[in-house]
């Protein structure tokens, strides 16, 4: 198979079982250690992320809402602000969540219950909080938030 832009897909359906099949046993976690040195590192990651930036998330946003005196951004300045802000809040929220995780493995939280098992309609329902909360140009909340729904695949 051949993409639009030259390249060959070389992926062989064997090559498609045989990672489903290392990623379903990767996926469940062996033990407290492991997934404990993992959530560190992991936090470590996350942490060194978000200090690279020049800037922190309350400036940005600060910056996109005219505060501290300063004219509120316009044109390409602004949606680099918007794209720098929404990264951040992703990486933000990434690290609640390792936090989360490290705190129920800490209190003794069974591995089989540390991920959240068999709570998915909980977490689509905050997947659609989270969408209703964001009120930026281009984010789901913005003029264009019936589109951010869209097909779910059959959920």
Known sequence: MQGSTGWRVRATERDVEL???VMGA???PTSAPTERALLRGLQAYIGGALAAFPT???EDEARLEGRAGAAPLQGPERLAVI???SQKRALA???AAVAGWLAQLEGGCP???LYGGGEEEEEEDEDEAWGEEEGEEGEAGGSDSSSSTGDRGGR
Do not use: H, P
């Open 56 to 58: 922190s998330l309350a």
């Open 19 to 21: 990672a489903c099949r």
């Open 26 to 28: 990767l996926s469940e």
């Open 83 to 85: 794209a720098l802000a």
């Open 111 to 113: 591995l089989a219950e």
């Open 93 to 95: 929220g990434s690290a």
